[in-house]
């Protein structure tokens, strides 16, 4: 049987049924929908500590040596194909817990860690940004930024999705978002990607 993609998402808002929540599943079932194997975190509901840059990670053989729920996420990345990170937009910048779990990726960077995860220029990455404000070129600077700075990384960043005018509804509420949130899931198993 064929071996099914495996599409992680991961929720960098601490609002449960908020609108980064919504989004990230939204994209989630248009790929399940597409025959992925799906599953989705919440940042805020693991205990993932801050990166103590202690250099454990770079000084023994297994990794970040730090005990709490990223040891979780570092399995389950393991085998992802995909990965979906989405955040809001705080101050201008990811959520606080985005940035958490960005900083304790940097473990995997390590040459005697790195290779117990697939290559990283075959896990595929979308990254959503979703905002208050209606003016999507706003944080355009930062937005770039984070891609390149995933692609420095070697991930193959397919897109970066912004999602504005948050403070105007939630996202739930604009029928745009149930086609084109879906969309970005199948196109991201299709590979018919994208913008
Ligand atoms: C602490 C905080 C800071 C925010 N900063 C910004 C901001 O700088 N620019 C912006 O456009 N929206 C900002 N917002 C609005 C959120 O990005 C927006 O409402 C988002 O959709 C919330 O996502 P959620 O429902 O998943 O929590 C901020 C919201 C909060 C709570």
Not at 57 to 79: A, F, P, R, S, T
Not at 120 to 139: E, T
Not at 144 to 150: L, R, T
Not at 155 to 179: I, Y
Request: proline content about 4%.
């Amino acid at each position: 049987m064929e071996k099914k993609m495996k599409v992680m998402g991961f929720i960098g808002s601490p609002r449960k049924k908020g609108n980064t929540a919504w989004i990230v599943n939204k994209i989630l079932e248009g790929a399940k929908e597409e025959g992925a194997e799906t599953k989705v975190w919440a940042f805020n509901d693991l205990d993932i500590k801050p990166c103590q840059g202690c250099l454990g990670c770079h000084n023994g053989d297994g990794g970040c040596v730090i005990c709490d729920d990223m040891q979780k996420l570092y399995e389950e990345l393991k085998d992802v194909d995909a990965l979906v990170l989405g955040s809001p937009v705080y101050m201008g910048q990811m959520s606080a817990q985005a940035k958490i779990f960005v900083d304790r990726l940097s473990a995997t960077n390590h040459p005697r860690f790195y290779p117990q995860f697939k290559e990283r220029a075959a896990i595929k990455m979308i990254l959503v940004f979703d905002q208050g404000n209606p003016d999507s070129s706003l944080f355009q600077t930062y937005y770039d930024y984070m891609k390149k700075m995933f692609q420095m990384l070697e991930f193959d960043v397919k897109d970066v999705v912004v999602v504005n005018g948050m403070r105007n509804g939630p996202a739930h509420e604009r029928k745009d978002l149930h086609t084109s949130m879906k969309g970005i899931g199948l196109s991201l198993v299709s590979e018919k990607i994208l913008r």
